[in-house]
């Protein structure tokens, strides 16, 4: 199982992080070591001094494939969840100035939070609302609509590099209003009404 990434495909989040709006998706990737249990506690390393959380809505790959098209991307996907891409900014923004890659801070142990899926029938798919609590305040709000990049684009673009693999997961990207968690943090992620996601900092 594979999870891939895409950055900056929301333009406000782009901008708040002073980054160019892309003109083809960003893709990265984390290992299936990356992933972290929905309910589970999130463990600060101490590599970091500054973990961003990143709520992002995430599909679930149904099928094998490859050089997927547009129009048959839908075949490929049948549940959307939400997830929590974990960032060590610190780290990342050393990478980005060197031209490095992102991995140590984006793709370490248990960086990538997993919640619970619905039926792709069950959800209007081009206007997702969803949004991540921290504690009591409201810090992140998205929709599917803002997205630069739609599914179906994703899935073309990604399947030309990847082979996607049943279970793989595709973590579209995060809208804006990232920022700093600390130990003692609770966060809570909703789409629409439904809480699909929790994950404590410890
Ligand atoms: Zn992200």
């Keep these: 199982m594979k999870i891939i990434c895409i950055g900056r495909n929301y333009i406000d989040h782009a901008k708040e992080l002073n980054n160019p709006v892309p003109s083809q998706p960003l893709v990265f990737m984390k290992p299936a070591t990356a992933q972290l249990k929905n309910g589970s506690d999130f463990y600060y390393p101490e590599f970091s001094e500054n973990i ?68 792709k029938e ?7 609302d969803f949004r991540l609590v921290k504690n009591d305040d409201v810090v992140q709000q998205g929709n599917s609509k803002d997205l630069i990049f739609p599914f179906d684009t994703l899935i073309e673009h990604v399947s030309k590099f990847f082979t996607l693999n049943k279970g793989d997961l595709i973590f579209t990207g995060t809208p804006a209003g990232v920022g700093p968690i600390k130990i003692g943090d609770r966060l809570q992620g909703f789409l629409g009404e439904h809480s699909l996601l929790t994950c404590n900092i410890k």
């Design 52 to 119: 961003h959380y990143e709520l992002e809505l995430i599909l679930k790959i149904s099928k094998n494939g490859k050089y997927i098209e547009k129009k048959f991307a839908e075949n490929y996907y049948d549940e959307i969840g939400l997830g929590i891409d974990f960032t060590a900014r610190d780290l990342q923004d050393k990478c980005k100035e060197k031209g490095h890659p992102w991995e140590i801070a984006k793709a370490f142990d248990h960086s990538a939070v997993v919640g619970d899926f619905i039926n």
């Design 122 to 128: 069950d959800i209007q798919q081009d206007h997702i």
